[in-house]
Structures are given as C-alpha cells and as structure tokens.
C-alpha cells in the first residue's frame, strides 16, 4: 500500500518547568536516578503536542514505575509503536507502559494507561489514578516492608488519597483480586482471570455470566478484547453460534484492541475463523482505503471529513494485523488533517 507524504513534526525538549509542575511536585523527592525534567517533558508533551491535560498524579505513576525497576523513556519515542500511544516507561522484558491517546475522547477513557504490544495495546487501567491504587494494593498484599516502603514513598500524597498501607487487610475480602474489582475498578485481565477460576472449579455458569459482564458496552467502551475473549469462553462451553457473534463484534471494534497474542489468539484471521468471516472483513477494509472505495462512499453521501477519520481508523486495523505502524503513520496523520483533526494529525506524525 502506498503511504502518502506528510511533515514529521518535531518537539524542543523542555527547556523550562511550567508554573503548575512545582506545585504539582512539591511534596515529592526524586533521587539522583529520576530527573524533574523526565516528568516535565512528558507533561509539556502531552498538553503541547498530545493537545490533552496531563493527569494530575502522572508524575507519582513515572516514580512509582521507575520505583519498579521500569525504564522512563522519552514520550516522543513513538518508532514502531502504535501511533496513539504517549511513551512512558520501558521495562526489563521490553514491554511500553504507555498513555493512549485516542482521536476522539471516549467516556470514562481520556488517557488511559495500556501496555504497548507489537499489534496493538493491552488495557492496564482507565486512568492514572486507578493503576496507581492497584500497584499499591498488589504491593500491599505482597506483605514485602522493604520494597512496599519504597512503592509507598515513591507515590506519597497521590497514594494517601488513593489507598492507605494495611486498607486489604482489614477490608477482609477473600482476596486481593475482589477488593481491586470492588474498592479500585474493572480491569481487564482480574475479569479474566475470574472467568478461569469459575472453570477450574466447574462453575461453567458463572464463568459465563463474567464472560457476558465483561464485554457490557460502559465497561470498556472501544475495547475489542472483551468480546474476543467471551468468544473464546462461549466456543469453550460448545456455544459457537453466541461466539460467532461475539467475534463480530470484537472484529467491528478497533483490531488494535484485540490483544493478540494471548491466550492462544495469534492472528486476526483466527478471529475471523470464530466469526465465520475468514478473510471477508480484512479483504473489505483493504478495498474501503482504495480510491474506487472512497468515491463510492463520496457517491452515497458520506462526508469527506468522516471518509478521511474512517480511513484513519482502517489504515490502524490494517496495521495493526502485522504490526508494522510505521509504515502507515504518515498516511494516517494526512487522514486526520483531511478530517480537520490538525491537534491528532501532529500528534500521530510526531517522533523522536
């Protein structure tokens, strides 16, 4: 496919600290190892080239990261990754922790924390706050003084208001995974992760309804990975009819979303073999980028902004199937311009 031209936009580092950060960061001690400037160019990143606000406790979630042993990396290191992503953090296997940036702000989804895979994202936390209350409950529960000191330190007043040292204990929840679903919010893989229990223990009833519970539309609203997943636990009880439908909707969602990779999915094919639709929506989206596809769509009426934000959002499916996003970057930042999204077009164009 041919990718269109376009200007990379580049970024000057931070030269100076805005106004906001001192307060922002006043009641926090950094070490020789984390720098106030790390946490001011992710900042200045965000609000100047993400044209987003910056979580408030985002600079507790870099120092409790770095804290974890994880690496901060430059939010403009975008090679290879997932055009919608803000780089955070990289850790010991590789892994991005990462902001995701969407086009357009989805309820309950400004800025969530996702982990950066090679075809797409998974879904750490809806938010900053969220992922910080987890890691400090999880650190918590691991009853380790020395390394749960330094987690605690590390998040200081942000982790005060979110969770105080000892609140697991004396909730006397079952477990750790029930207080994080009830005291701190949904995450994907906790939801998963009570699906396999109900099986282990032949609950298939139970494991069902969690498997429905998931993929409800204000849980994790553009998220396909819900949906491939309860297709896979419907296709497990002999259900293959409800799981069709199931992969159709995980495959009308963004790709991206999907998380392949794991739990046996490897492919967007293999999803489509689930939706009986083999390649037809991947041969389909291929002919939708074509400009014989977009003159049809001209043809019935569809506006060119929305022709160009659809085209976006194929050329992101399509790259997602082999993970090779750099090659549809500029392509996708010109869609966006086209569509009158000038503040996402420069985002999307950004590198390092």
Known sequence: MKIGSGVVKRRP????????????????????????????????????????????HLSHLLKLLKTRGES?????????????????????????????????????MKLPVVEVRK????????????????????EDAKKSLEDSDKLFDAATEAGEKLYKKGDLAKSQLSDTDVYLLRKVGLFPDVIERKVMQHFSKGDHVS????????????????????????????????????????????????WWTLVLGVKGLVSVQEVAQIAQWEDEQIEYIKEKVTEEG???????????????LDEAAFLLDLASVDGNW??????????????????????????D
Not at 23 to 43: G, K, N, R
Not at 213 to 237: C, E, I, M, S, W
Not at 294 to 308: C, M, R, S, V, W
């Open 294 to 308: 977009k003159q049809e769509d001209l043809n019935k009426g569809k506006p060119p902004a929305q022709i160009a």
């Open 326 to 351: 750099d090659d549809f970057v500029e392509r996708i930042a010109e869609c966006y311009r086209e569509a009158g999204l000038f503040d996402i077009s420069t985002f999307v164009s950004y590198r």
């Open 72 to 108: 901060i990396i430059s939010p403009g290191a975008k090679q290879g990754l997932i055009p919608l992503a803000i780089p955070l953090a990289t850790g010991s296997s590789g892994t991005v922790t990462a902001l995701l940036r969407w086009p357009t702000a989805l309820p309950g």
């Open 119 to 138: 075809h797409g994202v998974w879904l750490l936390a809806k938010n900053v706050d969220q992922l910080i209350h987890r890691i400090l409950v999880e």
């Open 207 to 254: 494991a069902l309804v969690t498997g429905e519970f998931y993929t409800k539309k204000d849980h994790f609203p553009g998220f396909a990975r819900p949906f491939v997943f309860n297709a896979q636990v419907l296709l497990k009880v002999g259900r293959n009819l409800e799981a069709k439908d199931a992969a159709r909707g995980a495959l009308k969602l963004p």
């Open 13 to 56: 580092r931070a030269s100076a600290l805005p106004p906001f950060l001192f307060s922002s960061l006043s009641a926090c001690s950094f070490s020789s190892t984390f720098s106030v400037i790390e946490i001011a160019d992710h900042i200045s990143f965000i609000k100047d080239v993400g044209a987003a606000e910056p979580p408030q």
